[in-house]
């Protein structure tokens, strides 16, 4: 594509380089800036430069957070024995609001992946491994993504922590709540039926 | 959704402002940022602000355009008496694409909608109308989308040149190249045969 403005072209440039988005979506993007009241943009480009410069990720659990300590590490009436670990903020997200969960977490930053050249130097493992080995931990709850770069970090951090008293558990795998059986793939449908629970168990949970 | 940081959700909500990008796309689009290196958000960033303060429109077609008269607008190779009417930027470079437009261009900037609140003053008619009345342009060809708005906002301009010379035209409507007939809508077909041009002239087309 031929731009008629070098400054169209750079902020096109740019606009596409953001993952999913092309050079179509970047000019449409783009012009719709142009088109929008001169502060939209200022207000875009002040808070991604704000957020950048100024970003704090907590001391004890690496998230995202304004403060030293984030509000999840801080909260007196979470149960600090228990540490629930993640791949990213989202993960915490998306927990949090199921309400289910008291306990706290850790952040590792992604999963090892030798294909996209991450290696477990790249997480925040040491600072997991120093937490448990102080001895307050109890519990460590694997939440990665069930995949193969999940399954190995899961290993490698278990494995790390070998000599250690902890209890390691991973979220259960099976069927969705509402889910057809005749839909489900072959692998989820065997771990549900390996790792049934009691009956009575499931009763309480509802 | 529950942000562990107001900054993060800042840059999030201005992100989610964009057209087509819902809160979870834009959550993801500025973790990406915080993953790459500091200067792709100052890149992003500054692009952005550099082309919304020192945007120029051409003087004469309204196109975006680092100079006062677009490029396109000051090639003396290009013939001034022909002026093809479009919606926005997007279609001159559409066009521009095709290698097959000698002439120049006229960027109004959008379409005659009473539903989204466009008026003709909103739009560059005015100096469309003032550029024919000087009398160098022969012939205007209507460019715009065959939807109702901008069926209106060709019959508004044309009314806007009655007592000129000038002669006007609307590119031709028909089955696209390498269409199959059967699955073309009827408004169309009808029209590609309303509109049937001598068969020698396909040929030289070709």
Known sequence: ????????????????????????????????????????????????????????????????????????????????????????????????NTSQYQGLYHVLGGKISPMEGVGPQDLNIVSLVTKVKMGKVKELIFALSSTMEGDTTNFYIYKQLEGTDITTSTIARGISVGDELEYADEVTLGRSILNRVPFESSIKAN
């Open 1 to 96: 594509m031929e731009y008629s403005s070098k400054l169209l072209e750079n902020a096109v440039y740019e606009m596409s380089q953001l993952p999913g988005i092309g050079k179509r979506t970047a000019l449409r993007l783009v012009l719709h800036l142009l088109k929008q009241p001169e502060e939209r943009t200022a207000f875009l480009a002040g808070s991604l430069m704000k957020l950048r410069e100024e970003i704090n990720f907590c001391s004890s659990c690496h998230n995202i957070s304004d403060t030293a300590l984030c509000e999840i590490c801080a909260n007196p009436k979470r149960d600090e024995s228990l540490v629930c670990v993640v791949e990213d903020i989202r993960d915490v997200m998306a927990i949090e």
